[in-house]
Every structure is written in structure tokens, then in C-alpha cells.
T-cell receptor, first 119, second 114 residues
Framework: ETGVTQTPRHLVMGMTNKKSLKCEQHLGHNAMYWYKQSAKKPLELMFVYSLEERVENNSVPSRFSPECPNSSHLFLHLHTLQPEDSALYLC??????????????????FGPGTRLTVL | AQSVTQPDIHITVSEGASLELRCNYSYGATPYLFWYVQSPGQGLQLLLKYFSGDTLVQGIKGFEAEFKRSQSSFNLRKPSVHWSDAAEYFCAVGPSGGGNKLTFGTGTQLKVEL
């Protein structure tokens, strides 16, 4: 496997189910991200992990629970979701966040996403 | 707060024709600017980025973009579109202080007619 992989690619779940999305990066990166992509809305950053520590949580409801056991894997645990949570969930990875000097941006590499449908 | 506007939701061009996708941003200083492309069933791929310096930046797949500070714009261009360019294109802005927190536009869906 190369790049960033996500499983499953498609998921249909009921509102009372518990499921998990998995992301794996094969790029040697140490920062990982979860994004939500809904139709006709901008991509929304949900969570950021840097060196396996959560550094960003953008007011995401608690029914979404991220987990980063190591720098190569990222999970998004889902429970009691709502129909409006149906979306494409994208994972990305990069080298550790950088800041300060001009040009201090580390490119994010995206996975293909998991298409989630909540019934 | 920073924001990005992509005024065109859908654009259709003929293969071989030129292309310009519009992007306007709102930010207090000069931001970092990006264009990403998303093909069906794929994740986002970085086409090009602007940090500073020459306002015309070249990217992959023959794309270029021009930063115009006076218009707060960063439009994406390609002189001759290929059918394989059909995809969704996203403009994004990042803070000029660095860091990886990006704000994305809503995207422009490009259709290429043969």
C-alpha cells in the first residue's frame, strides 16, 4: 500500500449503531487529520493529531471520537450519529505541523475518503 | 476569520479550450494559498501553492495560478483543458504565520465536453 488509505470506502449505519473509520498512512508522516466533506459545503477540519497528540478539535460533537494509537494510524469512532452526519470523511497526513517562517507549511496528503450514510 | 469564496459551482468547457477557475479570499494579511483537485472516488491532490514572491505560480498537470493582492484573488488557469481534467477543484487558504490549518472553498465542479 502507498500513500494514505481509508477503510471502509462506504459505510451505511443506523442511528443507534457504533462503527469506526480507519485511516493508515504509509508516508512516514507524524501528523494526521480528519475532515468532513458535505455536499455544497467547504471541507471542514474536524481533528488534528501531531505526534499522536490531539492538537485540534474544531467543536466536533462528542458522537465523533478520534483515536491515534501511533503515527501511522488514525481512527474515527462513531456512535449515535444523526442523518446530517452523512458525508464523505477524509483523512490526511503530513509532516508535523510547522509554524513561524515563511514557507513553513507541510503539504497534506489525502486519502480517498469513506462515504458515510446514516439512516 | 479567514474565508474562501469560489463563485462558480459548475463550469463546463470544451476539450482544448482554456480554463479559468475563480477564487477570492478574505484574510487580514497575505495568506498561504492553495489549489487542490479531487477526482471522483479520490482524495484531494495538491495542484499548486503560493507563499510569497512571484505572483504567478506553476503547478502540476499544466496548471498555473496568479495571486492578485488588490483583488484578493488566486485564480487557477490552464491554457488547454484535457478530458482527464474533469474533477472538482478546491481553493484553500492557510495562515501566513504558518501551520497546517486550512480553510477551503466550496469547490468548483469542472466538466469537459469532448
Amino acid at each position: 500500500e502507498t500513500g494514505v488509505t481509508q477503510t471502509p470506502r462506504h459505510l451505511v449505519m443506523g442511528m443507534t449503531n457504533k462503527k469506526s473509520l480507519k485511516c493508515e498512512q504509509h508516508l512516514g508522516h507524524n501528523a494526521m487529520y480528519w475532515y468532513k466533506q458535505s455536499a455544497k459545503k467547504p471541507l471542514e477540519l474536524m481533528f488534528v493529531y501531531s505526534l499522536e497528540e490531539r492538537v485540534e478539535n474544531n467543536s466536533v460533537p462528542s458522537r465523533f471520537s478520534p483515536e491515534c494509537p501511533n503515527s501511522s494510524h488514525l481512527f474515527l469512532h462513531l456512535h449515535t450519529l444523526q442523518p446530517e452526519d452523512s458525508a464523505l470523511y477524509l483523512c490526511a497526513s503530513s509532516q508535523r505541523l510547522a509554524g513561524g517562517a515563511v514557507g513553513s507549511y507541510n503539504e497534506q496528503f489525502f486519502g480517498p475518503g469513506t462515504r458515510l450514510t446514516v439512516l | 476569520a479567514q474565508s474562501v469564496t469560489q463563485p462558480d459551482i459548475h463550469i463546463t468547457v470544451s476539450e482544448g479550450a482554456s480554463l479559468e477557475l475563480r477564487c477570492n479570499y478574505s484574510y487580514g494579511a497575505t495568506p498561504y494559498l492553495f489549489w487542490y483537485v479531487q477526482s471522483p472516488g479520490q482524495g484531494l491532490q495538491l495542484l499548486l501553492k503560493y507563499f510569497s514572491g512571484d505572483t504567478l505560480v506553476q503547478g502540476i498537470k499544466g496548471f498555473e495560478a496568479e495571486f492578485k493582492r488588490s483583488q484578493s484573488s488566486f485564480n487557477l488557469r490552464k491554457p488547454s483543458v484535457h478530458w482527464s481534467d474533469a474533477a472538482e477543484y478546491f481553493c484553500a487558504v492557510g495562515p501566513s504565520g504558518g501551520g497546517n490549518k486550512l480553510t477551503f472553498g466550496t469547490g468548483t465542479q469542472l466538466k469537459v465536453e469532448l
